[in-house]
């Protein structure tokens, strides 16, 4: 035994000290808290398939991150290594989409906008042919469509037009209206003009049917012009949409110095794009709102937050229809809303107490169906923030 | 078996001196570290609240709790861990080269042994994997005693707390240290392909010499570019066929083909071509 000595001592050494580090971390719940939902009152049936995703920070740059739902608290550090590799990447609703048509999905790039879901097909499209060098590009769409009944799948590329003119083409959704594909970018041109255009294609036939433009800065000639359009977010991006909102909002910045810079206009509209007729409404929304107050759309309906009230818009009618109560003590943006069939989830944080509120409301009329409480079980130590940013509906 | 164990525990035995300096500097300098840091944020406290007239709730929101990843961050724990690193890689090239000096070089008697070659490889290989990890023990057991020094040295209410786990999970030590069995298997596997790696270059130049360096250097090169061919793939083509997973596996495969090549390679070397 001698004679191993050292080779015994080390070994010895790793092992005990592994093993103990490793065991004790078994024993032990975890560094991190739970999370639970208290109710406060109402239905809580209401939440049983609701989740909620959210960070953890310790300050410093270190934390984790969290899905809460009724029955427990998922840290991702505590999940096995190859599901956490897995699911980083993409999306749940692109994973989902992965798992059921493997084969289709497969070396298909792009966010989880360059895919459409319908009770019979599965479509894709995507710019391809970009880089950061803006001489070395050649812009494509790239596109497929899958049959979910013959699960045959058909792909095409189609040079996007005007190509040259472009230092980047973004797919925003994709919708499908009789058998043809309806394409929505953002284009950006090499000049910084931005806008959004929507693009028709026949998958029969492989082809590019039609080019509009929905909306767009192109015509600014100032300098100091600072524009924005934005998709305003649905609840899931893989479903077909009768309307595409957006906001578009624009400032000039004046002359004066670097520190006395002002703004000396600024213009904000919301539209609303209703894909089967290519027609544009220009949305009536109370001044005093903003973008950070645009939380969802969801089939012909805008929900909004004006201070501690939901409000419900209907597209159709151009007249906001409902207004929901919110919590008093929930203040902060953002406000993360899921929508399913006919309820509302709205989780209002107070970000001082690291409590957030849940409301669920009834979308047909209006009321109060559950109110919880998602917080730590323990107080959480100092510097340590929880923010719940996603909710989603399983 | 037998002759390898016994070769392991003499390439331990033979750079046991230069480790326990090692590990002794690892660890007055982090304990050092931990008391100097402690001290001088208790000072810098006593300065602020005593002279300047800031309040204690006042100085923490401007220079923030004390806790232990401020030390972590600090040059007196990254320090040693920095040149425990350094000498490990400069010994992967010296555990070979050792053998080369003097006038009796020891590698003539290494070789002559009653023994397969690769055992003296092998052996190599096994010393530098154990003394990374025995390193790394070190490491996690003095940390839970620099923990409580700090806790012992700052009041509760200029602290932020943090477990071990919470420590470990952090930056390149939740690698050292790894929260699951499958990324252990992963990362100091990765290791060891590496290691076998450079000890084959090292074997293709003590076998060719001027020549030999040519034929390392490409070998490395090579073997650099085998495993990160999935990552070129996506720049060169349009369309990346595989999912994450399935990456991953690629990955694992091609690692064990390049350990797989370069220990058949350091073999075909020790065994036909070194030159004494």
Redesign the interface.
């Given at each position: 035994m001698k004679?191993?000595?050292?080779?015994v001592a080390?070994?010895s050494?790793?092992v005990l000290?592994?093993s103990a580090?490793?065991i004790q971390?078994t024993i032990?719940s975890?560094?991190y808290p739970e999370i639970v939902i208290e109710k406060v009152s109402g239905n809580e049936d209401k939440v049983e398939d609701l989740m909620i995703s959210g960070s953890y920070r310790?300050?410093?740059g270190?934390g984790?991150n969290v899905k809460v739902d009724i029955d427990e608290t998922v840290y991702s550090?505590e999940q096995?290594?190859?599901q956490r590799?897995?699911n980083?990447?993409y999306g749940d609703n692109t994973n989902r989409l992965?798992d059921r048509y493997r084969r289709f999905m497969?070396?298909?790039?792009g966010s989880v906008r360059s895919f459409l879901e319908t009770d019979n097909v599965v479509a894709y499209a995507n710019v391809?042919?970009q880089s950061l060098d803006a001489s070395n590009q050649d812009m494509t769409f790239?596109m497929a469509v899958l049959n979910k009944q013959t699960e045959e799948s058909t792909s095409f590329t189609v040079p996007v037009p005007d190509k040259e003119a472009y230092s980047q083409v973004t797919v925003e959704d994709v919708q499908m209206i009789d058998n043809e594909l309806y394409v929505i970018t953002q284009n950006i041109k090499v000049t910084g003009a931005n806008s959004k255009r929507i693009y028709r294609f026949n998958f029969n036939e492989q082809n590019m049917t039609g080019e509009d433009v929905i909306t767009s800065y192109e015509d600014q000639k100032a300098e100091a012009v600072h524009t924005r359009i934005r998709k305003m977010g649905v609840p899931d991006e893989t479903k077909a949409q009768e309307y595409v909102v957006f906001f578009k909002e624009h400032s000039v910045i004046g002359q004066g110095t670097d520190t006395a810079r002002e703004i000396t206009e600024s213009g904000k509209e919301y539209i609303a794009y209703k894909l089967k007729t290519n027609e544009k409404k220009q949305l009536e929304l109370p001044k005093s709102l903003s973008v950070e107050n645009m939380l969802i759309y969801k089939h012909g309906k805008l929900y909004m937050r004006d201070g501690h009230n939901l409000l419900q818009y209907d597209i159709t009618k151009g007249e906001t229809e409902k207004e929901m109560q919110l919590p008093e003590q929930g203040s902060g943006f953002p406000t993360p809303v899921a929508i399913s069939d006919d309820t509302i989830y709205v989780l209002t944080a107070n970000e001082q107490s690291n409590i957030s509120q849940i409301s669920v409301f009834d979308l047909t009329s209006g009321d109060l169906l559950y109110n919880g409480k998602i917080k730590p079980e323990k107080p959480l130590?100092?510097?340590?923030t929880l923010q719940l940013y996603d909710l989603s509906i399983s | 078996m037998n002759r390898f164990v016994k070769l392991l525990n003499f390439e331990l035995s033979r750079f046991m001196k230069i480790y326990l300096v090692l590990i002794a500097l690892t660890i007055i300098v982090q304990v050092v570290g931990v008391i100097v840091t402690a001290n001088s944020y208790m000072a810098e406290a006593n300065k602020m609240i005593y002279e300047e007239g800031l309040s204690q709730a006042q100085f923490i929101q401007q220079y923030r709790s004390m806790s232990f990843l401020r030390f972590a961050r600090s040059l007196w724990f990254m320090g040693p861990i920095a040149v425990c690193a350094a000498a490990l890689l400069f010994y992967i090239f010296m555990i070979w080269y050792r053998d080369w000096f003097g006038k009796n070089t020891f590698i003539y008697r290494l070789l002559m042994l009653p023994t397969a070659r690769i055992n003296v490889y092998l052996a190599k290989a096994a010393s530098i994997v154990l003394m990374v990890l025995g390193l790394v023990s070190v490491q996690l057991i003095i940390l839970p005693l620099e923990n409580s020094v700090l806790k012992w040295l700052v009041p509760i209410d200029f602290r932020s707390d943090m477990t071990v786990e919470q420590v470990v999970g952090w930056d390149y030590l939740s690698i050292l240290i790894p929260q699951t069995f499958t990324e252990f298997i992963l990362y100091y596997g990765a290791g060891f392909m590496a290691v076998s790696v450079l000890f084959t270059a090292i074997l293709f130049e003590r076998s060719f010499k001027w020549k030999g360096i040519l034929l390392g250097i490409g070998f490395v090169a090579i073997s650099g570019v085998i495993m990160l061919s999935p990552l070129l793939a996506t720049v060169f083509m349009d369309h990346y066929y595989l999912y994450p997973l399935e990456t991953l596996g690629l990955e694992v495969v091609l690692g064990l083909l390049v350990t797989a090549v370069s220990l058949w390679m350091g073999h075909y070397l020790l065994t036909k071509k070194i030159t004494v």
């Open positions: 004679r191993y000595l050292y080779l080390v070994a050494i790793i000290t592994f580090y490793y971390q032990t975890g560094s310790l300050g410093f270190m984790d550090s096995p290594f190859p590799f897995g980083r990447i992965q497969r070396g298909k790039s391809i042919g790239d130590e100092r510097n340590v | -």
